[in-house]
Nanobody, 126 residues
């Protein structure tokens, strides 16, 4: 089970920090690549950022590079997304997702993810 939190309403230029807590037997048993995706109204779900199981590799969508930072705490089974310099175009529902993956890979498409959390709304006002 993945539980995302931290969304909200923020003005352009502001910051938010999303967190995703992983719980359950599967997440204790397997190492996971983790990612954040987002979906704006009328658009397809898109990749935002991902991190491999150990935290050694991460990747970002071009639209968020240098503004967003993904991190994970394997002791706490959490993954976070620090979002700075937010723009109105960042407005979307943000989803945390995971897949069983013991590689250094940190770039995923939505169809590859095995587990999804419920989304959290991020709204950036201009």
């Amino acid at each position: 089970q993945l539980q995302a939190s931290g969304g909200g309403l923020v003005q352009a230029g502001g910051s938010l920090r999303l967190s995703c807590a992983a719980a359950g037997r599967t997440f204790s048993r397997y190492v996971m690549g983790m990612g954040w995706f987002r979906q704006a109204p009328g658009k397809e779900r898109e990749f935002v950022a991902a991190i491999n199981w150990s935290g050694i590799s991460s990747n970002y969508a071009d639209s968020v590079k240098a503004r967003f930072t993904i991190s994970r705490d394997n002791l706490e089974n959490t993954v976070s997304l620090q979002m700075n310099s937010l723009k109105p175009e960042d407005t979307a529902v943000y989803y945390c997702a995971a897949r069983r993956d013991g590689s250094n890979r940190a770039l995923f498409v939505p169809s590859e993810m095995e587990f999804w959390g419920k989304g959290t709304q991020v709204t950036v006002s201009s």
